[in-house]
């Protein structure tokens, strides 16, 4: 996506078309599109020839750009478990490792960035219940790596919107949601994680049409992108007039939802309804 936004920036300076460019490559005027938004792969040829078509002569940057074609096309950690994930959220992890912030509402599960193996194991089964024990192990582990992203020294922010009915659906049973509520009790004394409900009471809220993230990068070049999973595919939406519907939503969806501060209190109130199902 970085290298794609400064292809972008550069043919743009020079008012080069996307149809010139790709005829430059051998390729079409899609192709750029997608190389732009940083959505297929990058051959170093196909860079070093729009670069020239660019007019870019210094050397450094030129290098640089070309460091970064090598670094797009280095598989990411997930790679080798490519056989058990779709193409379309592979893309999601690749995104999300990439992101600065991560603001993302959630209505039926807890985000898959705070599940606890149990909880995340009971999920999965929900979706793969026919499938061998090790791939469920390789699923839960997968989960597990992608939480790692919270501890590291750039952690991005994570800002999460729950409804209440996903605190209070017994995922699992009791006991596994005990544990995957103090484990969100306990998240929210990091620094980088906030933690909201949207409590039953207020009805109808801003997030009808179900869940999504929007994901905020550190280079100014990089637009937010939207991403709304579905049963078999994933919406990526990265149209400015979207991403804007989208940004909004989730803040009248904030103001709708019980502050920060009160988080640890209601999910203690949660946790304890379930410790009384189990006496």
């Known amino acids: 996506m970085m290298l794609g936004a400064h292809l972008r920036r550069l043919r743009e300076a020079e008012g080069i078309s996307r149809e010139t460019a790709g005829w430059e490559i051998r390729a079409s005027e899609s192709k750029i599109s997608r190389m732009e938004l940083g959505r297929v792969g990058f051959k170093e040829r196909d860079v070093e020839d729009l670069l020239t078509l660019y007019g870019l002569d210094d050397i450094d940057e030129r290098a ?14 997930w790679h080798r478990d490519g056989d058990i994930l779709p193409s379309w959220f592979q893309s999601y992890l690749g995104l999300e490792a990439a992101a600065s912030l991560i603001r993302t509402y959630e209505v039926q599960f807890i985000p898959g960035l705070l599940q606890t193996p149990d909880y995340a194991r009971a999920v999965i089964l929900l979706g793969h219940s026919h499938v061998p024990a090790e791939e469920i192990r390789r699923r839960v582990n997968l989960r597990m790596t992608r939480q790692q992203l919270l501890n590291r020294d750039d952690a991005p922010q994570l800002w999460c919107v729950i409804d209440e009915a996903a ?21 929210t004394k990091l620094p ?7 409590p039953f009471r207020f009805g109808g809220h801003a997030a009808a049409g179900g869940p999504f993230s929007i994901l905020r990068f550190p280079h100014q070049d990089l637009p937010d992108v939207v991403y709304v999973e579905q049963l078999t595919s994933a919406l990526y939406l ?42």
């Open 64 to 77: 640089a750009l070309l460091g970064l074609a090598r670094e797009a096309n280095t598989p990411g950690w």
């Open 167 to 187: 605190l209070r659906r017994p995922i699992g049973g009791p006991s596994v949601m005990r544990g995957q509520l103090q484990n969100l009790i306990d998240a």
């Open 238 to 279: 990265d149209k400015q007039e979207d991403v804007d519907h989208y940004a909004a939503t989730m803040e009248r969806l904030c103001v709708q939802a019980e502050p920060p501060d009160r988080t640890v209190e209601i999910l203690g109130d949660i946790l304890h309804d379930f410790e009384a199902l189990e006496d």
């Open 192 to 198: 980088n994680i906030r933690i909201q409900m949207i």
